[in-house]
């Protein structure tokens, strides 16, 4: 390519953010690196699991101008709503036409609680800053009400359809030990029900009897392949017949694409079709998905940042014309907050085509699933929310630099210790 070649990123997330700086450090001036965002901040959106007991949200926002400055990545701020990929043009609301070489769509995944009735009207939800705050004072409201003897139950639900069920299992976890901390816990029951055949199936059978021994020791009852299908003010009703009461029910619902993108190949929730090693959509290689946007069946900010890189990295390989090394391989990360320990799983993946089970531990990777619980994971955690924002802040990507080499020896070296 004689001329610069002309990158459109869209969203201001993990992914369109890691896919942009990545682009940048690896041309620091042969590409034209444009990101659009309908908002003008970075969410980290993991933290935001803190809200509901003090943290403040604005802490957990980096504006996206300054970042994006420091690496002159023009910054775009406005909706799309159109792709236009037999003339390479992406169109914002606003009537803006970027013209692109190549497109990166990472503009994530949304929440769709009208698919279960009543659940938008009766469920405290944990999607958003906004609705993470509502959930920290529905929790004082219910601690009034225990502290005045009053016994209390609370619900928390994964209906299908929910791509990522980790964050309501922490959000149970972090309940059930500041219940405790208040010295209430035994004025309210907890109730854990999921359409999952497996405790946070996607992980695999190990995170499976973490979680199953943690809710024995914790007195919390978990139900699996529990199918929500009514939700009223008081219960929830179940596909197999079963009924829920809570005093407070708190759910996850399940997820659909943030943009429905005309045009473009996707699944029934809009997650659009790509290739798997490379996040290309289908029939559109200028077109890439990485992140939720796309259709991986398990969406994560460490998978996203994956994918990002293999995002980057083959479109860096098609300017450059070498060759592509690095697929998405999909070995997830996560570590998973309870207040009083934290638990570590690493997880390889492949995908099965069983749209009940879509992905499973990869056959032969077993060395490579680690799963640990220990009271210091939960620095790990920290590290993570500080070296995180920092890197953005600074306008880099998340997996590189020497950063990331330590941060990863600190993690490695974590895990040797403290996972098997
Ligand atoms: C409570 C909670 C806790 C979580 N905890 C973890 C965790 O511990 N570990 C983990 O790995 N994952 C976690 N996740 C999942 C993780 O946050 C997501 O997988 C991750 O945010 C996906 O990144 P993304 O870049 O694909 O999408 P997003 O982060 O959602 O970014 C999408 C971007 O696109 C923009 N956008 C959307 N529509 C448009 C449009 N029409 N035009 C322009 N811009 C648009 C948005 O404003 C946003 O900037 C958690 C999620 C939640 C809700």
Same mark, same amino acid.
């Given at each position: 390519?004689?001329?610069?070649?002309?990158?459109?990123?869209?969203?201001?997330?993990?992914?369109?953010?890691?896919?942009?700086?990545?682009?940048?450090?690896?041309?620091?001036?042969?590409?034209?690196?444009?990101?659009?965002?309908?908002?003008?901040?970075?969410?980290?959106?993991?933290?935001? &699991?803190?809200?509901?007991?003090?943290?403040?949200?604005?802490?957990?926002?980096?504006?996206?101008?300054?970042?994006?400055?420091?690496?002159?990545?023009?910054?775009?701020?406005?909706?799309?709503?159109?792709?236009?990929?037999?003339?390479?043009?992406?169109?914002?609301?606003?009537?803006?036409?970027?013209?692109?070489?190549?497109?990166?769509?990472?503009?994530?995944?949304?929440?769709?609680?009208?698919?279960?009735?009543?659940?938008?009207? @009766? #469920?405290?939800?944990?999607?958003?800053?906004?609705?993470?705050? /509502?959930?920290?004072?529905?929790?004082?409201?219910?601690?009034?009400?225990?502290?005045?003897?009053?016994?209390?139950?609370?619900?928390?639900?994964? +209906?299908?359809?929910?791509?990522?069920?980790? +964050?309501?299992?922490?959000?149970?976890?972090?309940?059930?030990?500041?219940?405790?901390?208040?010295?209430? /816990?035994?004025?309210?029951?907890?109730?854990?029900?999921?359409?999952?055949?497996?405790?946070?199936?996607?992980?695999?059978?190990?995170?499976?009897?973490?979680?199953?021994?943690?809710?024995?020791?914790?007195?919390?009852?978990? *139900?699996?392949?529990?199918?929500?299908? @009514?939700?009223? #003010?008081?219960?929830? /009703?179940?596909?197999?017949?079963?009924?829920?009461?809570?005093?407070?029910?708190?759910?996850?619902?399940?997820?659909?694409?943030?943009?429905?993108?005309?045009?473009?190949?996707?699944?029934?929730?809009?997650?659009?079709?790509?290739?798997?090693?490379?996040?290309?959509?289908?029939?559109?290689?200028?077109?890439?998905?990485?992140?939720?946007?796309?259709?991986?069946?398990?969406?994560?900010?460490?998978?996203?940042?994956?994918?990002?890189?293999?995002?980057?990295? *083959?479109?860096?390989? /098609?300017?450059?014309?070498?060759?592509?090394?690095?697929?998405?391989?999909?070995?997830?990360?996560?570590? %998973?907050?309870?207040?009083?320990?934290?638990?570590?799983?690493?997880?390889?993946?492949? %995908?099965?085509?069983? +749209?009940?089970? +879509?992905?499973?531990?990869?056959?032969?990777?077993?060395?490579?699933?680690?799963?640990?619980?220990?009271? &210091?994971?939960?620095?790990?955690?920290?590290?993570?929310?500080?070296?995180?924002? %920092?890197?953005?802040?600074?306008?880099?990507?998340?997996?590189?630099?020497?950063?990331?080499?330590? %941060?990863?020896?600190?993690?490695?070296?974590?895990?040797?210790?403290?996972?098997?």
């Amino acid at each position: 390519m004689a001329a610069n070649a002309k990158i459109v990123v869209v969203g201001g997330g993990f992914a369109g953010l890691e896919a942009a700086f990545l682009l940048r450090m690896r041309f620091p001036d042969r590409a034209d690196v444009m990101l659009v965002s309908d908002t003008d901040r970075f969410l980290f959106k993991p933290n935001t &699991i803190y809200i509901p007991f003090g943290a403040d949200p604005e802490d957990l926002h980096i504006p996206l101008s300054d970042a994006l400055s420091k690496r002159h990545i023009t910054f775009f701020q406005g909706r799309v709503e159109n792709v236009a990929a037999d003339k390479k043009q992406v169109s914002l609301s606003d009537g803006t036409n970027l013209p692109y070489d190549f497109l990166v769509l990472a503009t994530g995944a949304d929440m769709r609680p009208k698919e279960i009735e009543g659940l938008a009207d @009766h #469920a405290e939800t944990i999607w958003t800053p906004g609705e993470m705050t /509502r959930l920290g004072g529905r929790l004082q409201e219910l601690r009034a009400k225990a502290l005045g003897g009053a016994k209390q139950s609370i619900l928390f639900l994964v +209906p299908p359809n929910n791509k990522c069920s980790g +964050p309501l299992y922490e959000m149970v976890f972090m309940v059930e030990t500041w219940l405790r901390r208040q010295g209430i /816990r035994d004025h309210v029951d907890i109730t854990y029900s999921t359409f999952e055949q497996g405790f946070i199936q996607a992980f695999g059978p190990r995170l499976h009897d973490v979680v199953s021994k943690e809710f024995a020791e914790r007195g919390i009852r978990g *139900h699996l392949q529990d199918v929500a299908s @009514h939700v009223s #003010a008081n219960d929830v /009703r179940f596909t197999n017949g079963e009924r829920r009461e809570f005093d407070l029910l708190v759910a996850f619902p399940p997820y659909v694409a943030a943009v429905d993108y005309e045009g473009l190949p996707k699944d029934d929730r809009g997650f659009l079709s790509t290739t798997l090693e490379t996040r290309q959509v289908v029939g559109f290689p200028d077109i890439y998905a990485p992140g939720d946007a796309g259709d991986f069946p398990v969406k994560q900010a460490f998978l996203a940042f994956l994918q990002a890189d293999a995002v980057a990295t *083959h479109i860096q390989s /098609r300017i450059g014309a070498t060759p592509f090394r690095t697929p998405f391989d999909p070995v997830s990360m996560c570590v %998973m907050e309870m207040f009083d320990k934290a638990t570590f799983a690493q997880v390889p993946l492949r %995908m099965t085509g069983d +749209p009940d089970r +879509p992905v499973e531990v990869r056959p032969g990777a077993e060395d490579e699933y680690k799963v640990g619980v220990s009271p &210091i994971w939960r620095l790990g955690k920290k590290l993570l929310g500080v070296y995180l924002p %920092m890197r953005f802040r600074a306008g880099e990507p998340f997996h590189a630099g020497t950063a990331w080499q330590l %941060m990863d020896v600190g993690l490695k070296g974590m895990s040797g210790v403290l996972a098997e």
